[in-house]
């Protein structure tokens, strides 16, 4: 997980230039391979007080089809959050963002839902999806899933690939007084791009 607290949220809100390449090549293995290539520290384990954390989930799909990423926000304490701006760098070579549909975070708190697409310039193949949800008067947005962000693959995109979906969070709390949050929280995502079903499994045995 990434944590961005006090003046480095500022620093952190610019995309950096030298982020990973959006495509890997990838041997497909059960998901205890998958999250220790995609896992992060816990919160506790850094010591650092979050108050919102954005986590993008993983997804899977052919080329050419449809793939549903859920942005949630994990909300600590009292902390009641309002306007939000979420913004997802991804390979446009290997995604396009559909759309961005309100979950039940974003009905909860009445918000309206909006989404654009912008260029980086700095990299032709990366594209950055802005969504900005703004609650309904007296109204805030609590622990769930705020958007659902539909990700099309791209028709010529290779078998065995991956998307890395990379978030930033800007957010204020709700109120008459709203103050920005800078103690942020955030867990990559990613679109594996395959012809089978990527199986999430626990490690509970059956009696």
Same mark, same amino acid.
Not at 130 to 156: A, H
């Given at each position: ?8 949220? +500022? ?9 990973? !390449?959006?495509?890997? @090549? /990838?041997?497909? /293995?059960?998901?205890?391979?998958? !999250?220790? %290539? ?10 650092? =007080?979050? $108050?919102?954390?954005?986590? %993008? ?36 070579? /290997?995604? @396009? ?5 309100? $979950?039940?975070?974003? *009905? ?13 310039? @700095? ?5 950055? +999806?802005?969504?900005?949800?703004? =609650? ?5 947005? =609590? ?5 659902? %962000? ?7 995109? &290779?078998?065995?690939? !991956? +998307?890395?979906? $990379? =978030?930033?969070?800007?957010? $204020?709390? !709700?109120?008459?007084? &709203? ?6 929280? %955030? ?17 509970? *045995?059956?009696?």
């Amino acid at each position: 997980m990434k944590i961005l607290t006090g003046e480095r949220v +500022a620093e952190n809100w610019q995309l950096s230039t030298t982020r990973r !390449a959006g495509a890997m @090549t /990838l041997v497909w /293995l059960a998901v205890p391979v998958a !999250a220790g %290539l995609f896992g992060t520290e816990s919160v506790q384990a850094q010591n650092e =007080p979050v $108050e919102v954390t954005l986590d %993008l989930g993983m997804g899977q799909g052919r080329p050419g089809a449809s793939v549903v990423i859920q942005a949630t926000l994990r909300v600590a304490g009292d902390t009641e959050v309002g306007a939000i701006e979420i913004r997802v760098e991804f390979p446009n070579n /290997l995604v @396009t963002l559909q759309e961005a549909r309100k $979950e039940i975070g974003a *009905y909860a708190s009445d918000a309206e839902v909006t989404s654009t697409v912008e260029g980086v310039e @700095t990299d032709l193949e990366k594209s950055v +999806a802005v969504i900005s949800v703004t =609650p309904g008067p007296g109204m805030w947005i =609590p622990t769930g899933t705020v958007v659902d %962000l539909v990700f099309k693959v791209d028709e010529e995109a &290779p078998l065995h690939a !991956a +998307a890395t979906l $990379e =978030p930033q969070l800007r957010a $204020e709390t !709700a109120g008459d007084s &709203p103050r920005p949050i800078s103690a942020i929280g %955030l867990d990559d995502g990613v679109i594996f791009v395959g012809e089978t079903t990527l199986v999430f499994s626990c490690f509970f *045995y059956m009696h």
